[in-house]
């Protein structure tokens, strides 16, 4: 497609309305920044919502599991200084 005359564009914008479209006005600087905009929005929120659910169903349960883990690891330790190191008797009773 070349150039259109001024006649032409006349006759698709007419033809464009007379098949029920609204012809377009011609695109603008601000127009386009406009449409630019709302894609890179548009890509970065899809980008945004796969990394959040990624991280929800990847990453939470591992640092539950971790925190879990290191819980478990020093109620062991604790355990093991009761048991190694008992408390003397004048110590666990109360001074009068």
Partial sequence: GGRMAGGE???AKAGAVARG???EPPATGLAKAAKVARKVFASTSRAA???GTAFLVLIVPLIIEMDREQQ???METQQMGV???P???S???PAK
């Fill in 87 to 89: 408390a003397l008797p």
């Fill in 9 to 11: 564009i006349q006759a």
């Fill in 21 to 23: 479209k609204a012809p």
């Fill in 91 to 93: 110590q666990s009773a």
């Fill in 83 to 85: 048991l190694t190191n």
């Fill in 49 to 51: 919502w796969i990394t």
């Fill in 72 to 74: 478990l690891t020093d």
